[in-house]
């Protein structure tokens, strides 16, 4: 498994020690990094719901609607060539 970081806490509205965290979390990780979260909660996305990015590959959560193309009772699968 990889280190710890001890990274400060974040204080609400303090932009120079914002800097600071990030800078450190930055100079720990690296460019070629592939860090690992365990327990990772994300706040804004709505339980039990899919997780999608928006065009600024932000996080969303996401209605199967949203997936799924078809009329009642009928479901079509094709590839839309997106991966």
Known sequence: MGQSLDIPRVISKDWKRLDLIINKIK???????SPTFTGLTITGLTASRLVATDASKALESSDLVNWVAGTANQVIVADDSDG
């Open 27 to 33: 100079l720990h990780l690296g460019s070629a990094s």
